[in-house]
């Protein structure tokens, strides 16, 4: 489908120009969490093939999403009623990813069309899916998945890096995503876009493998795996650490 | 030091963890509460899912009681009798307080329920205690007089007596049990352990003396979050051994802390102070409700209700 449609749209440009095509590669493909996991910095590089460039032609950019796996949240809003603060309305967001960073050559806005975004679904609004329902229009949701986005953003799970990536004589570029501490295990889509006036003439997608290891791996996998025993583990660490705190304090007679 | 907590999912600094389960076990040696309505809010202001926070508080609650009742046992202030009569009592409630938490679930508006919960009864709690405590005092100062015993009241008028050695008491046992029912109702609305409502209410429902509440208490506690411990290990996964092991590292040496200091402060002064902790945490919780907060919007897990 999406060769078809890069054929047909080479074939509506002008023949004497090639179509660009986007190489990329990441510092690192799996994320490791350990016990002592405190985020990490991916650097992610790459360059523009092919077609020589044309002087007329505007120039090019580049989009870089990465995007964790989805979740359903609720997003509740207070309310002042009969004068306390309660949980008055909610919005179910059907599909928020748990963490999402987008970053591009230039304000996002710019480098890509609102059409395109439509498309391929790459500003954080569009990431994120609310179902609409009754109580709420299109307006009333947009406030729901707004407080998402600011909420998260201040967690450093969404970012929104306008400018953050450097184009180098319209050929190289480079970027570093930082993924905080707060990670979900998951693979994590990346996806390159490669943009000419708003319009993407080219894209990649790969992603990145965020799993837990070690001991971190054998707690999560035991929890899930055989919750009884984990919860008996539980309990017989909880007791034995009460015996020894209370055997040690008598001895040393505080 | 951060730690990337496995089922919580979250990277949180192993020294606050320490410092957090220290302090709140000071407060469980001393005053014979779990900790629980204190831990569990401080939790959620560091970030730690709700779900996780409530399930690994619980296993924490049973490091630091049973730290506290192996202190308790050796200065021969466990109601062992009493006790395991407010256990039963509690897991009757336990039972029938989850099927209610379900009930309310399906009405909506259950935060707002325990939080009412929380306020209500903490205001009266505290408040009660903090007057008695205060005139028990003021007696105490004044010339000496003989503490009258109120000896004659309904409990000691109902069927099925049995003798409390430890407590100096001989009264029916359907108090305690309606003592324990009550109390487990609320601990599992309110996901604690219930120790700061069971430890007034032995105290003045009861009659009980004040030095034998605590480790009674933290006798009976052990038994509702080790079954508590369980059930969400086993239905919700939200356990974090991780977690809960960094809490009660901190909190079995603070239980131990507790419970001697508890020891040499005198039974009025230890009422007193808890009945002051109880009224901050409702004063703390009432603000919340009527002070407008700063972010209206909050982010819930699931596509609940």
Redesign the interface.
């Known amino acids: 489908m999406i060769r078809v449609f890069c054929f047909l749209l080479a074939l509506c440009v002008p023949s004497f120009v090639q179509a660009q095509k986007v190489v990329a590669d990441l510092s690192q493909r799996n994320v490791e ?7 990490s910095d991916i650097l992610i590089y790459g360059a523009i093939k092919g077609g020589p460039e044309d002087e007329a032609l505007e120039p090019l950019d580049v989009i870089i999403a990465i995007k964790g796996p989805n ?10 009623r009969f ?5 008055t309305d ?1 919005v ?1 967001v ?1 599909r928020a990813p748990s963490f999402y960073a987008v970053a591009s050559t230039g304000p996002l806005n710019e480098v890509l069309s609102p059409q395109e975004d439509i498309r391929f679904q790459v500003s954080m609004e569009r990431a994120i899916y609310a179902v609409g329902d009754e109580a709420h229009d299109a307006e009333g949701t947009r406030a ?1 998945t707004d ?2 986005i ?3 953003s201040k ?1 450093n799970l969404y970012q929104q890096l306008d400018n953050s990536i450097q184009l180098f004589d319209q050929a190289l570029f480079s970027t570093t995503i930082d993924l ?6 998951g693979v994590y889509p990346m996806r390159i876009f490669l943009t000419r006036d708003g319009q993407v003439v080219s894209r990649l997608a790969t992603f990145i493998d965020v799993r ?1 290891v070690g ?3 054998w ?2 996998d035991l ?2 795996e055989k ?2 025993i ?6 017989v ?3 034995s ?6 055997a040690v ?2 001895y040393i007679r ?1 | ?4 907590l ?2 919580a ?3 949180v600094n192993a020294f606050l963890l320490l410092g957090l389960g220290g302090l709140v076990g000071i407060l469980s040696g001393m005053f014979g509460v779990g900790g629980g309505f204190l831990m569990t809010p401080l939790l959620f202001f560091i ?1 730690i899912p709700p779900a996780v926070a409530v399930a690994t508080e619980a ?2 609650i ?10 308790h046992l ?1 200065r021969k202030t466990v109601d062992l009798k009493m006790g395991t009569v407010l256990l039963i009592g509690g897991l009757v409630g336990a039972a029938m307080g989850v099927q209610l938490f379900a009930a309310l679930r399906e009405m909506g ?1 259950v ?2 329920l325990v939080k009412l919960c929380y306020v209500v009864f903490l205001g009266i709690i505290g408040g009660l205690m903090f007057f008695e405590s205060l005139k028990a005092i003021r007696r105490a100062k004044g010339p000496h007089k003989a503490p009258a015993r109120k000896k004659h009241g309904l409990v000691h008028a109902l069927p099925f007596k049995m003798k409390f050695r430890t407590s100096g008491l001989y009264i029916s046992v359907i108090p305690p049990v309606l003592v324990g029912v009550f109390v487990g109702v609320l601990a599992a609305i309110m996901g604690v352990g219930g120790g700061f409502i069971m430890v007034p209410a032995m105290i003045y429902l009861l009659g009980m003396p004040t030095k034998v509440v605590v480790g009674t208490s933290l006798f009976q506690i052990i038994f509702v979050t ?1 079954f508590t ?2 059930m ?3 239905t919700n ?1 939200t ?1 974090d ?2 977690l ?2 960094l809490l ?2 901190g909190g ?2 603070g ?3 507790g419970t ?1 200091i508890g020891a040499r402060l005198q039974a009025e002064q230890l009422r007193i102070l808890l009945s002051i902790m109880v009224l901050a945490v409702c004063f703390k919780l009432a603000l ?6 700063s ?11």
């Open positions: 969490i350990t016990a002592n996991f405190d985020g979740d359903a949240v609720t997003v509740r809003k207070k309310d002042r004068g306390i603060w309660v949980n909610s179910k059907a729901f407080a998402l600011r909420l998260r967690a905080p501490a707060n990670l979900v295990e837990k001991l971190e791996r707690i999560y929890a899930h919750p009884l984990y919860g008996i583990l539980s309990l660490i909880a007791i650490a009460g015996w020894l705190a209370s304090f008598r505080f | 030091m951060q730690i990337y496995p089922i999912e979250v990277s970030g296993n924490q049973v490091a630091s009681s049973f730290s506290g009742v192996l202190a050796r508006q935060d707002l080790g411990t369980l969400h290990a086993t996964y356990v051994m991780a809960a092991v009660l590292v079995v040496v239980a131990q802390v001697r919340d409700l009527l002070i407008m907060p972010e209206l919007y909050s982010i819930g897990t699931g596509g609940g209700h």
